[in-house]
Structures are given as structure tokens and as C-alpha cells.
């Protein structure tokens, strides 16, 4: 061996050591560069602030992610509960508490009465408190319980829809009504649980009311008097549901002229439903909305005959006029209650190696669909649970096959539809997490026994006639729901988390790679955004069907709060063990539990009698 | 000619005769009886003066179920249980959704027979519709029979206790748990 | 004799022009069904008559005074009588059972392709009609009558909402049961334009006797502009005061197309001023006899599913006003 080789060599052994550490940073750095799933990116426009929580949906495009990350994968263990807030309610608690600077929104169910909560305070604190007065005739009109499912903040208003058919505007720092506008009535059966949504300066607002025989429809406010600038109907002549010629659906079957009335028997669409009770989504670029519309009505499927056209479909419009850009129908002809009101998260993507415009549906009918949001054609269907309905999809006319041993008859009974009128997934919305590329959806496993019974329509009675019992698909023991994590752009689920009950929260994601989710036994949980394991659970008073958000405090401290209260949909499972009661309260969580505290002078301390006589405070 | 053959002879002659003629008879009667009950013109109408003539009469209903002896009730009453909607917001099988329980013993407005009735026909303040005047007062106590067969109604006795109650020889007032 | 072929004949003669008589039939089903009957009942007739005087004359003649009757072993002659009668009845009675199955098969499909299809649901004590369409939107219902183009065969699917009723137009076909959870279907043909009426003929409670049709024949245009009628929404005037009355009161089980009235539990009463009878066949459809079956339902059809409903003088004619002009 000569000198050169010794030299090289004892370099080499000298120098190795110095190539751990980079031999370790690149096993970190393969966690930390994993690639994208999908390769999907979203557009964060509508956002407010990092620390904020200003809309449901965080964004425009629905994706709920925020961009915190103070709270990590490695501390999330030590989130512990920070304050609790209990609204004296007892429906369910499905909206969002939205946080716009130092302060906190949030909305009650049925009276839906509006709290603003200063979160400079030891919380919570009341900055002020608004009574909207409903009528309770509308309690008896909800079919799904007397829920708000969200509300909306903007231009210094805090804006939602009442359960009686008002859509009221307050203003945020004094709590004082601005506007109030009626849009429909409680006696046709109506009623209004939809989270407004404002964008493009204005607030889009639709009814309930799919399971009442309703006419459905969506309107669009100005945000600055309430004043109704259009309404589109889901149901009825062209007119009525603002299609013209600039209307390109991308199916043969969806173009002709009033196919809301030529897809029905004669005179059946004005008690067709089509309600729109679900989330908005908004591209700025193309100034476009998003929407979906309920199953029809009645949800006995003999007795209407026909596509009809426009229930169970999701609708591109122009948020100025309201007409519609395209239109596509998942479900045509519904037997089985699908609605299609489910949100759309628009995302962009590569599709066989082209970037594509997208938006993700997962819809009722237990398929994840990826569409292009610009033109309605679907790239992508793939089911995202067990479904058995449909033996397949039909990618050439994009419509589902149905099994004709699953198309319910009067008076017959079908032993097992999966799945059930509530779906694999009901309004539950997702999250999208940019660095995996993947959508984080809370699921059911259910499925159902079904009798149909011919309804007569009775104007504020339910034109409904679907006799049901639920269950899991996994038989007795079963699960009855999960977190999925799903690939969007090639229709895949990369994990599941099984669940015993329904999981039908919200999602959200942060930049720190948490998924936050909540089951309707009452577990809050934080999961590992790339793994889906599960770092930290927390079992609270009630089921959960709320949907989480995260934010910064005053105190510059990362908080996740979600709302206990369970109900909706949810009931179905009220008969099995280890389902709890009702519940009111929203949790807020921080690490170690740390939030502000009284300073030393708020709190009183003892005095004797003779003192506490003569103190001021005693009068 | 022996008698006996002449006899059985006229036997089967009065036979066929007989059958004839009654044969006749019927289908005569039944061709005019038809006419008359289809096409009535000229019979005067039996519609009594005091029904169709000034204000509807004032309905008086007892405490009790009227149509309680009647085994039909509760069956006509759980059809129309379905057909009216009933079924829609209360359950196929009545054990609540939109609407409340109606097979246990909670009841908002009274668990009588007659409170039972009266919300029925009056309707309630968080969305039971008023069923007053779309429904006449018979099938209205046929829905109560049918409600009343689920088991959770009260007595219509006066201290309206539970019905099960009352069976058992258990008191508890009206309007509250046990 | 004669007096009997008199009587017979006057007898079939009154028939014919009874609405129910199947024997005068303007179909071709009812012509098939109507010569079958014609025809067995004169085989009938003749056997009866051969048998009746070979009887009579057996009787008169007798056997022979006097001596012990013992007939020879070998005597062919009553067997031969034997044997005559029982090969014509066999011939006979051959004859009229294949005349019997190739009618019940010609009349049980149509020879040509129905050129429409129409729902009949049975229920105590009425008849809910559907017209049926490939188009959702030409689909629509009525009760209590059909209207069907001549000359085109029309195809009838039943079935019953409760129990096992039976559909017959004696004059324009055969009868067919209408069984709950089952769907059966028959046609119906009729070759001349007018009104015939049709029966339920299984006894089914009741009302069985008052539970009847009309079918009205037209020609195809007629046909296609009664169509196009009554698929129009009602005519109604906006806040006509009478439609609320009947809103409140009869919309719970009543449906007209193009109100909010949905209810059916009761016909369908679209276009109700367009029909010829009310109450199944019962009563002929003018003001006056709606006026009387809606203030005594249970006097005119005891037992029926439509209650007492002790409605007001004012009611009852904003009611009657209102359905006599739903044309």
C-alpha cells in the first residue's frame, strides 16, 4: 500500500464520521421531502390572517387548512383543554366558531342566538350577545334537527341564516341587527340551516327542506343591505334556474331546454326540493361559485319518473347574474335520497400528466369525484367506501350504473342499500393538505333496509315515505365509520382509520402535518397527517359534529377548538352502547392547557364583614 | 202409460218451468233496480236542512276516545298514521324523528285521549300542523285509538294518569316521568 | 214453443242494450268473448233439447208390456245409443274446449303493438288512472274513467292497493284480476267511438256493487287534444277564494295538478270538470249531485274511505264551484 492509498484512506476514515449526521439528515429529510400524492395545489385566496379562522372553509376553495404550525406533531401530546364555552342550546353543534382578530364568532343552534367572545379575556368572555328571535313553528320542519351549519364574517358584519327562512346581518362590534331579510316561508316547509357564504362582495345563501317537498334554490344578497340580487331555482323552466345560452354542460343528456320541468311528470318539479343547504366554493380567477343541490322530492322514486333535473347535481354560476356556467347531475333519478350538496375543494392537479383545474366531491352516492371545474367533465369517480348500489361508472356518459336489485319498489323491502340515505359521507366536510396532496374526510360504514311508501304532498309535512333501519356494513359488531385519507387525483385511499361510531366532523389540517377530526362518541383527535397515526385523543362531554379550527390567540399562543353537541344525522346511532346524550359546549385546547389568565387585581380576594359592609360593591 | 211415468214426466216439466220463469223474473228486476241506482234524476236530495244551512255546529267531544270499543280504529287510525304524513316526522314506527316519541309517556301537551286530540286538530307551536280542517273529527279519533294502542297515553280519567299505570295500580300525576 | 223462442229472444234483445252487456261487444276481444258465448250456449241449447226429447219420448214409449225384461247378452242396440250420445258429446264438448282455449289465447296478447299503456290501481271503492309515457312529462293521472283513441290497441296494467279487485269492460274485453304486490296486464280494443261502461267484478267490501268506470272512445285526434288538456296544470285564477276553501279542506287527500293540493289518498281530481261521473260510476258528475256527495257521502256510498265532513253551506259551494270548473 503506498502513501497516497494510506492518506486516502485515513482521510476517508476521518472524514466518515462527518458523513453521519448527513447520511441521518437524509433519513429525516426523506419524511420531511416526501413527494405529494397527488401533486395537488390549492389556491389559499379568502383567507384572513395565519391566525385567523374567518370563514367555515378557511378559504375560497374549501380547503381548511391552516398554515400554523406551532402546535407539532411532537408537542400535540401535551394539548390539554384550555376553556369551555356552553351555549345553554340543545340541537346539534355543527358550524365553525370563526375568529377574526381578537375575537370569536359563533352562532347556536336553534334559537340562534350569536355570541361575540373576546378572547383578550380569560375566556370566555362576552363581548356581546344577539337574540334572532326565530319562530319555533320552524323546529317542526327540520328534518335533520334544529342545526345552524354555519355563519359567515365580512365587512364588519357577522351574517347567517335563521332555521325560519331569515338571513340576518349584525354587526360585529355592537352586536346590533344592520339587516335582516326574509327569504322564504316556514308553512311551504322550509327551512334554513345553510352556512351563508360571502365572496365577490356578496352572500349566497340556500334552503332546506330536501325531505318537505320544497321548491329548491340558492339567492345571492348584497352584503351591504340584504337586498336579494338573484335566486336560482334547482328545479322548474330554464328561467327559473338561470340557464341560457352561455350554459355548457359537458353531457349530452344535461343539454336541452327546461329540463327541470321535462325530466319530471307534469307540474312534479314545484315540490322537486333541490334545496341547497351545503357549502360554497368560490374560484376568484375564474369568478365562478360552486354549490351542490339536495336529493329530490318526493324521495320516493315512483312517483317522479324521470332524470330529474337539477336535484343531486352541483352547479358552476356567475356570482354576479347567477346564471350557470355547467351543471353536472351525480345521481340522476335518485331512489335512495343522495343529494349532491356535498362541498367541492377546488384543487389543481396533474390528471395523466396534464395540470388540470379541478375541483373533489365527495358525494352521498360513495364516489369521490374529481371534476374540471371549468368545463363539468369528470376525470376522475372512484369509491371512497362500500357502496352497492351501483355496479360501476360509465367514464364515456358519466353517469353511474345502477343495480336494478337495489331500485326500490312500494311496499317492498330491500334487506341492504349501501349506502344509506345519509351516504358514506354526509355534509362533513374534508381538508387538503398541500404537502401530502391529500383530502382528509370523515366517513360512515353504514348501510340500510329500506321500504318505500307512496306520500301524499301536505304543504309543511314531510314528502318523504323512505322506511329505514341503519346499520354497519360489517354486521352487528361493526364499525360504523372512519378517517380516510384519499388521493385525489387517482381516485385511491391511502389510510383509514376505523372507527366504531359515525365520524361526522369536520377536517382541518396545519402546515405542521396534524389532521384534526372529531367522532360522534365524543373522541377529538390529532393524527399524523403523512402516517394517520393517531398522537393525541380526547374524549369530551358529547358526540361531536362540529367542525374544528385552529388559531392564534392574543396571547400568541395556537389553539384548536371544536363543538360537543351532538345530534343531526348523527341520532341514528342513539341506540347503541357508549353513545352519549346531548350537549352544548365548545372545547378549546392548547398546549399544557396554558391560555390567559385574570391578572392579579381582577380577582377578588376575602374581606371581613365589617369591610364588605361599607364597600361600594355591596349596594 | 203407468202413473208413475206420467208423474215424473210433469216433475221435470214443472222443473224446467220454474226454472224458467224465475230465471226471467230475477233478470227483470235486476235491469230496473240498476237503472234506478245509477242515474237518479229526479230523486229528491237527502241532504238535512240543519248541516249544509248557517254556521257550523259547535263540536262537542267527549273526554273519553269515542271510537274506544271500535277494534277497527286503532287499524284505520295507524294507516292513516302513514297516509296524512304523520309517519314522516314522528317515525313509521312512532318512536320520533322531526316529531317526538309517541310511544312513551312524555307528553308536552297532555297525554289524554282528548289532549292528544285537541293537538291533532289544533296543532302546536313547534311545527305540528293544524289538522282541524283538512280532517273531520272520526279520523282524527282514529289516529288517537292508534296512538293510544302504542301504550304510552294516559287514562281519561281526570288525574290522567299513565295508562300502564293505571293498569298496574302505580300512581303518578299527569305530565310527569316515573 | 214459439212463446219460448219469443221470450228468449226478447230477453237477449233487452240485453243488448244494457251498458254491461257483454253480448252486444264493439271489440275485438268482446266480439271473440261474445261469439264464444253465443256459440256454447246454442250447443248448450241444442244438447239440452236432443237430450230433453229423447228423454220424453224414453218416458212415453216405455218398455214393453208385460213380458220379464231380459235384455240378451248380445242385444248392440242400447249400447249403440250409449255410444252415439257419449262420441257426440265428445265431439262436442272437444269442439267447444278447443273453441274455448284459441279464443282465451287470441284475446289474451294483442295481435299489434300497443300504441298505449295505461296504469289501473285499484282501491276501495274507486279506480286511480295513470297514463303512461318514455316521456316523464306526457305522464300523468286521473280516476275513475278512461279515455282511449278507437281502433288502437291499448294496453291495461293492474294492480290494487288493497284488496283483490277485478277489471271489466264487459263490452270492449275480458275481465282480469287487479291483486295487491302484483302486476297483471291486459288489453283493450274498441271499434267504435262512444261511451261503454266497465265494472269491477270481484267482490272486494262493501261498495263492490258501486265501484264502476266509464270508457270513453274517441278518435285519435280527439284522443290527442284530451291528452294535451289534461296534462295543463289547472286553470286557476291567482287567490281565487275557492281554491283556499278547497285547499283547506279536501287538499289533505286530493291532488290537482298545478296547485299545491298533493293529497293521494283520494282520485286525483285534475281537470275533474272535464269528467262524466263522480263517485266510480255512481252518480253522474253535475253541480248539483257534487253538492249532494260531499255533504252525504256515507248516506250515497256507506262504508266509503271518504269521510262525513259536515262542510258549510259557503264551503261546500266555493268546493263544488271550483271543481265543475276544472275543465
Known sequence: MNSGTSGFLLAAILLAPLSAPALAQSAQATSTTQSSYSGATADFAGAGQAGEWTSQARDYANTRYSPLDQITPTNVGRLKLAWTFSDGTQYGHEGAPLVVGDTMYLVTPFPNTAYALDLSKPSPSIKWKFEADPSPQSIGKACCDAVIRGWAYADGKLIYNMLDDHTVAVDANTGKQVWRTEMDKVSHGVTMTQSAFVADGKVFVGNSGGEMGVNGWLAALDLGTGKELWRAHAVGPDSDVRIDATFKPFYDWMKGKDLGVKTWPPNAWNTGAGASWGFVSYDEKTKTIFYGTSNPGPRVPVQRPGDNLWTSSMFARDPDTGMAKWGYQFTPHDQWDYDGVNEAVLLDMPIEGKMRQTLVHFDRNTYAYTIDRNTGEVLVAGNFAYQNWSTGFDMKTGRPIVDPAREPKPGVKIDKVCPPDIGQKDWEPPAFSPATGLLYVGVFNICMSLTDHEVSYIAGTPYDGMEMQRFSVDGSDGNWGGLLAWDPAHGKKIWEIPEKFMVMSGVITTASNLVFYGTTDGWFRAVDAWTGKVLWSQKLGSGIIGQPITYMGPDQRQYVAVAAGVGGAAMVQQARDGFLPRGNTLYVFSINGDTITAPNEDTPSAVSPSEASSSPSQQ | MSIIRVAVGAVILVILAVGVTAWWVTTRAQTDARVAVAWPEGVAAAVPQGLSAGEAPPITVSIDNPLANDPNAAEEGKKLFSQMNCAGCHGYDAKGGMGPDLTDIEWRYGGRPIDIFKSIYEGRAQGMPAWGNALPTAPIWQLVAYIQSLGGTFAPSAEGQPQQAVNQGLGAQAGQKQ | ?327
Request: proline letters at 6%; hydrophobic letters at 45%; aromatic letters at 8%.
Open chain 3, 1 to 327: 214453443m214459439k212463446r219460448l223462442i219469443a221470450i228468449g229472444l226478447t230477453i237477449s234483445l233487452a240485453g243488448c242494450s244494457a251498458p254491461l252487456s257483454y253480448l252486444d261487444a264493439t271489440s275485438p276481444v268482446g266480439g271473440s268473448i261474445a261469439s264464444l258465448g253465443w256459440g256454447l250456449t246454442a250447443i248448450s241449447v241444442g244438447v239440452c233439447l236432443i237430450v230433453g226429447v229423447l228423454l220424453l219420448v224414453a218416458i212415453w214409449r216405455g218398455s214393453p208390456r208385460g213380458a220379464a225384461t231380459v235384455v240378451p247378452v248380445n242385444d248392440r242396440a242400447p249400447i249403440r245409443w250409449i255410444g252415439v250420445g257419449v262420441a257426440i258429446s265428445t265431439v262436442f264438448l272437444l269442439g267447444s274446449a278447443i273453441w274455448t282455449l284459441v279464443t282465451v289465447h287470441s284475446i289474451a296478447g294483442s295481435p299489434r303493438p300497443a300504441a298505449l299503456s295505461i296504469d289501473v290501481i285499484g282501491q276501495e271503492w274507486w279506480w286511480a288512472v295513470k297514463y303512461r309515457s318514455d316521456d316523464p312529462s306526457r305522464e300523468f293521472t286521473t280516476a275513475n274513467q278512461l279515455v282511449i283513441p278507437v281502433d288502437v290497441p291499448v294496453q291495461i296494467n293492474l294492480t290494487s292497493r288493497d284488496v283483490i279487485h277485478s277489471f271489466w269492460v264487459p263490452k270492449l274485453g275480458g275481465k282480469m284480476d287487479m291483486i295487491p304486490s302484483r302486476t297483471n296486464v291486459t288489453w283493450l280494443e274498441a271499434d267504435k267511438i262512444g261511451d261503454y261502461r266497465g265494472q269491477c267484478s270481484e267482490f272486494c267490501g262493501l261498495q263492490h256493487a258501486n265501484m264502476a268506470f266509464n270508457v270513453r272512445v274517441m278518435s285519435q285526434a280527439d284522443f290527442d287534444a284530451w291528452r294535451n288538456q289534461q296534462l295543463q296544470p289547472a286553470a286557476s285564477v291567482a287567490g281565487d277564494p275557492r281554491l283556499r276553501t278547497f285547499m283547506v279542506r279536501c287538499a289533505a287527500c286530493h291532488t290537482v295538478r298545478g296547485t299545491p293540493a298533493g293529497g293521494i289518498l283520494g282520485p286525483d281530481l285534475s281537470h275533474f270538470g272535464s269528467r262524466e261521473t263522480l263517485a266510480a260510476g255512481l252518480l253522474p258528475n253535475t253541480p248539483e249531485n257534487l253538492a249532494r256527495w260531499i255533504n252525504n257521502t256515507q248516506t250515497i256510498k256507506p262504508g266509503a274511505k271518504m269521510p262525513e265532513l259536515h262542510m258549510l253551506a259557503s264551503e261546500t259551494a266555493d268546493v263544488t264551484g271550483y271543481l265543475e270548473d276544472l275543465k
